[in-house]
């Protein structure tokens, strides 16, 4: 199975739904070519993971819901023992977000918690239509999405591994990300080639305001860019476990940065961000998600 992301036909569709959309997602691309509001500040952002499940097996394990969080802190830390898999060519690109996550402990009353929600649902799969975030059409509502990164964990249909929503790319109440039951964490549902949590990594990536490297035409494009300086126009993903070079432009000395966490090789095949995701990633904090990883405090 090849890896699949919904993100940018579902975001297409937010925006059809609503046009002003364009307007915010306009303003937000000219505030992050504008620099950052401040310089970054220290983020660990309290998850709350929505299991969504019909058979008893995808009620994940807390063990599993863990094995995640602790994926995307080595991811996001640099704390990966792949990243030394990163070409010669491309080490110095390399970049640390320097971000981290936990379970939340408090949920939006105040009340302790363990950060996961459980809901038996009657349907085998979802949609990409964002039906699982809302209770009204069989999921689970958000957690007040300026404090809490919401991942809903659910069986997706056509084969898509998760999506997210980008800063300021749709409704309020449907912020977050969604990842495939097969695609989540490490061990008990988790399939390979996508065990190891790293959809989760790509799905954040996007929900922090990142692009798939080969950018965003609907048709390959050597010219169309992910607005990264420092990653390499390629002619759409690649799939699978290429072998370095993989050029599919010929304009980009150094090939592909098919390493890179936003293309669609395997899970054991991704293993970086960019110093300029970075940036992007810490702008978007900075102009969009102000009170993420902040405030309040000890949620």
């Known amino acids: 199975m090849a890896r699949l992301c919904a ?24 505030a992050l070519r504008a620099g950052p509001a401040a310089a970054p500040r220290p983020r660990d952002i309290p998850v709350v993971v929505h299991v969504l499940f019909r058979a008893e097996a995808d009620n994940l394990t807390e063990a599993q819901i863990k094995s995640q969080i602790d994926a995307i802190n080595r991811d996001f830390n640099n704390r990966n ?37 459980r809901t038996q649902v009657p349907q085998t799969d979802f949609q990409p239509d964002d039906s699982m975030k809302r ?3 069989g999921g689970v509502d958000a957690w007040d999405p300026h404090i809490y990164l919401n991942i809903w964990v659910c069986r997706l249909s056509g084969g898509i591994l998760g999506y997210a929503q980008f800063p300021d790319g749709g409704d309020l109440e449907t912020d977050g990300v ?34 798939h490297v080969w950018g965003n035409s609907p048709f390959p494009d050597c010219n169309d860019s992910d607005e990264i ?33 936003m293309d669609y090789v395997d899970d054991d095949t991704m293993v970086m961000f960019s ?24 949620v």
């Not at 695609?183 to 922090?208: C, K, M, N, S, V």
């Not at 290429?242 to 966490?261: H, K, L, V």
Request: net charge neutral.
């Open 7 to 30: 993100t940018l036909p579902v975001f297409m569709m937010n925006l059809e739904k609503n046009p002003q959309l364009r307007l915010r997602q306009a303003a937000l691309r000219s």
């Open 81 to 117: 023992d792949d990243i030394a898999n990163v070409p010669p060519v491309f080490q110095g690109a390399i970049g640390k977000p320097g971000i981290t996550f936990h379970l939340a402990i408090k949920d939006p009353a105040g009340a302790p918690t363990n950060g996961i929600t």
């Open 229 to 261: 300086g420092d990653t390499p126009n390629q002619l759409g993903p690649n799939s699978g476990k290429p072998a370095f070079p993989t050029r599919s432009c010929p304009n980009e000395a150094n090939g592909d940065m098919f390493m890179n966490y």
């Open 275 to 298: 110093k300029e995701q970075v940036a992007r990633m810490q702008n978007v904090l900075a102009v969009s998600r102000l009170e993420l990883g902040i405030s309040p405090p000890a």
């Open 135 to 137: 209770s009204v059409t």
């Open 178 to 211: 969604v990842i495939n039951t097969m695609a989540f964490g490490i061990g008990g549902t988790a399939q390979d080639p996508f065990d190891l949590g790293r959809t989760a990594t790509h799905e954040i990536g996007h929900y922090l305001g990142l692009f």
